[in-house]
């Protein structure tokens, strides 16, 4: 009898101790976030994605007392940004808005120390419609005026984009495709702010970036979009896919990931916090001021956008690296 009480005591003692040991770490994850959290861009600062993240931020701050530190890292086709995300330690505290071309282009085309499986999707936050502008006082009021100016004074024309490895590079590339003697070669800048700036000086002819970064500028003229349909910003501007069949249809998503593995309980709660902060309408109306719109997706739909875009540049990558052998 003794040495079953001895047992039941000490087995009580135990689960007592089991109990207590799970409490802190129960308690944490409750209350996450206890701090604030970094989120990584490899975007430069002051243009759309930078934008979003800082109203998300602002809501968050206001609404829940959570500190959203968002850290500009342009460059680097996005790479060095990335990989600092992936490294981080999986524990919900460092997480990144970036691009599905970023996560999927640019591991295709080379060695990075990373591909989209590397990362755990949270969210989708927006779809940005990509175009092409140019100055208004250029003359140019077509993407055939554009090419036809390329071929009659070849080396005088370029067009601009974010990074050297990225979906718009490809994209332009098969769209020279269809202009073979025009010479327009692609120009890989850290943002769209800063390709805004080099199209308002007269530093490059053309930008290849989402329209928004276009709109508060009267001096640029948007001459094509790649969405599938107009842009209603630009309801004049023809899509590619008008100009040159199916294959031209082109949007830039963008969307919260975060560290392999971080706990799926944090990441639930931070998809909980950014699908409550993209159906605000404070936030919605913040967007639409600067001409953007919310297009929240769950962690699993975001993680089937990113392969789908994986599938979609596949072949195309495929082929240029093939042809850059030869």
Known sequence: ????????????????AALLCAMPFQAAAEDYPSRPITLIMPFGAGNAPDTAARIIGDYLQRKHNITLLITSKPGGSGIPATLETVRARPDGYTISLTSANVLTVVPQYKKCGFTYKDLAPVAQVNVFTMGWGVRADSGIASVQDLMDKAKAERGKYSLASPGAFTAQRFYHANVMKLFP?????????????????????????AGFTPVVNFKPHKDIRVIAVCGAQRDPNYPDAPTFKEMFG??????????IVAPLKTPKDRIERL????????????????????????????ADEFGKVI??????????IRKAKEAEKK
């Open 1 to 16: 009898m003794k040495r079953n009480l001895s047992r039941m005591f000490r087995t009580g003692v135990a689960a007592a």
């Open 181 to 205: 003697e025009s010479d327009l070669p692609y120009v890989a800048y850290n943002g769209g702010a800063e390709i805004v700036t080099a199209l308002l000086g007269n530093h490059i002819s």
């Open 246 to 255: 199916d294959g031209f249809v082109f949007d830039s998503v963008y969307g």
């Open 271 to 298: 998809q909980s916090l950014i699908k409550e902060a993209l159906s605000d309408p404070d936030v919605q109306a913040k967007f639409a001021k600067v001409n953007m719109t919310t297009n929240y997706l769950p």
């Open 307 to 316: 392969e789908g875009y994986y599938k979609l540049f596949e072949e195309p």
